[in-house]
Each structure stands twice: as C-alpha cells, then as structure tokens.
C-alpha cells in the first residue's frame, strides 16, 4: 500500500541471474533487454538486480547499457557467482574488487566480494552507482545489512511482503 490516497501497485523487479537473461543468444536479446523493451512501451519502469558473473564467463555490460538506454537506471546488483549466502560465508574485509576476486565456489567467496564487486561492475556498466541490492534466493547474511549500507546501498530487495508483519515503509538504517 501506499501513504495517504496515492496510487499503489507492485513493482517490476527483475533479477538477472540466469544466461538468457543476461546475453543474446538465438532467442534474441538478452531477456532483461527484452523485459526493459516490454516496460518502456507500456511507460513503467523496472528495477534490475544484475549477477555480474564474470568467473563463468556470461556477465554481459552491454546489457546493463541497453537497460539503461531505456530508462531503468539505477541498476542493483545480485552477487557475482549467485551462491547462497549461509550464515557461515565469511564477510571478508570489503577490499575485495575485479579482477582480483575470483570465486569459484561457495568457500572462496566472500559476503563482502559478492556485494561489492557486484555493485561496482554493475555500476560501472551503468555509468551511475548501483544503489540497490538483492541477495540471491532471498538468502540474507546476519551480517548483509552493515555491509551493504558501508557500500552505500540506499535499498535491499532482499525481504519478501511475507517477510514482514506490517505493510508500512520501513527505514532499513
């Protein structure tokens, strides 16, 4: 719902974690471009939450670029590999960044690394700082929330409308 007698609906949240979203192929356009295409046409706007996996080899910025040709800027990020994030990933230092941070598994990675290289990749791509965040499987580390907010993410999609025993906006700080 939305404060006092404005308009309310749902947003159009858009995670690209998989190859077909992410790159052309023979289906065409990469799914998000696509998706972007469908939401410009109809005069919405979209928020996307891009896995910027460039250890598998199909992290595309072009895509990201194409998004945003089409007004769905600022992007969020979703982790570079897409890993569920249990409770006992390690944070890390937060000085992880690309190229140096390079996980190939869940142990190799960290909270921090998957954050914030994400953030930055997507941002770059972009050409403004990716502002959201949105864990992969809706999995949230104890420790997301302190290290989101010292990358300067403004907005988590990681909970879920169930996830909450209220249906006012919450102040994440």
Same mark, same amino acid.
């Given at each position: 719902?939305?404060?006092?007698?404005?308009?309310?609906?749902?947003? +159009?949240?858009?995670?690209?974690?998989? #190859?077909?979203?992410?790159?052309?192929?023979? *289906? /065409? +356009?990469? &799914?998000?471009?696509?998706?972007?295409?469908?939401?410009?046409?109809?005069?919405?706007? /979209?928020?996307?939450?891009? #896995?910027?996996?460039?250890?598998? =080899?199909? *992290?595309?910025?072009?895509?990201?670029?194409?998004?945003?040709?089409? =007004?769905?800027?600022? @992007? =969020?990020?979703? $982790?570079?590999?897409?890993? +569920?994030?249990?409770?006992?990933?390690?944070?890390?230092?937060?000085?992880?960044?690309?190229?140096?941070?390079?996980?190939?598994?869940?142990?190799?990675?960290?909270?921090? &690394?998957?954050?914030?290289?994400?953030?930055?990749?997507?941002?770059?791509?972009?050409?403004?700082? +990716?502002?959201? *965040?949105? $864990?992969?499987? !809706?999995?949230?580390?104890?420790?997301?929330?302190?290290?989101?907010?010292?990358?300067? @993410?403004?907005?988590?999609? $990681?909970?879920?409308?169930?996830?909450?025993?209220?249906?006012?906006? !919450?102040?994440?700080?």
């Amino acid at each position: 719902t939305a404060p006092n007698s404005r308009l309310s609906g749902p947003p +159009a949240k858009h995670d690209i974690d998989a #190859t077909e979203s992410a790159r052309s192929g023979p *289906w /065409g +356009a990469a &799914g998000a471009t696509q998706m972007a295409s469908v939401l410009h046409g109809r005069g919405a706007i /979209g928020s996307f939450f891009f #896995t910027t996996d460039y250890v598998s =080899g199909w *992290w595309d910025p072009a895509t990201v670029r194409s998004v945003c040709a089409l =007004g769905m800027c600022p @992007v =969020g990020g979703h $982790s570079v590999r897409h890993f +569920a994030s249990p409770a006992s990933q390690p944070v890390g230092d937060c000085s992880e960044r690309f190229p140096g941070y390079v996980p190939t598994t869940l142990a190799e990675s960290t909270l921090c &690394g998957e954050a914030r290289v994400s953030l930055m990749l997507a941002g770059e791509a972009a050409g403004s700082a +990716a502002v959201a *965040w949105r $864990s992969p499987f !809706l999995d949230v580390h104890p420790r997301l929330f302190d290290v989101l907010s010292e990358q300067g @993410v403004r907005v988590d999609s $990681s909970f879920a409308v169930g996830d909450f025993k209220t249906n006012l906006p !919450l102040d994440l700080a």
